[in-house]
């Protein structure tokens, strides 16, 4: 089974990575191929708005104009079985790197000229996603108070997978080096885990 994680933190070595990759090497250990996408390390360029991919009908993507990595990412996530999606908080929300990408899943909207509101072109099937995120303040705070998971929950449903389970992990930024702790480590595994 191919996994694909796809991480919007800014800095190696951070508690974002730390957590995809537990989950990451939990879902090896299932005997899954886990590839991840560090987003900084992609071209991805800003939706224009143009709406070009929206116009057609059908289930599948549509075409968008802009050639750089974003076709690739996405590509990688509609072959993969299961999908790790992770992104620090910044600001109350997702990175600008992860909402950049999610800006760019509009290709999955079908929203023709004239239609109000766009509708997903994939519908959830078998494909689940678990969604990891982090803030400086504690995970209990966070999840009321963020719209961290909601923007993760989001890039999910436009993919067609599924949520499986979340990890929230708080108080992140106290050492300038942080260290992830065992137990958000157990539940970064287990939600690898619950991927396959
Ligand atoms: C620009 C910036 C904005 C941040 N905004 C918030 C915030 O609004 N709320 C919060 O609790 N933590 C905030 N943080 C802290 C990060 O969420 C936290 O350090 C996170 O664990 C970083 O992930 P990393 O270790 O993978 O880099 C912010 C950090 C940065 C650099």
New binding site residues.
Partial sequence: MKILAING???RG????QAVEAAAAAARAGGAEVETVLLTEKRVEFCTNCRACTQAPGGERGACPIADDMSGILDAAEAAGGLILAA?????NVSAVYRRFMERGTPYAYWPWGAAAPAFRIKAGGKKAVLIT????PSFF?RLF?GALRALKLTATTLGAKVAGTLF?GL??LEEK?RLAARDRRLAEALGRKLL
Avoid: K
Wanted: charged fraction near 10%.
């Fill in positions: 933190s800014y800095r951070g508690i974002m990575d620090p908080v910044n600001c109350f982090s803030s400086a303040m966070g963020t992990i992140s930024s942080p």
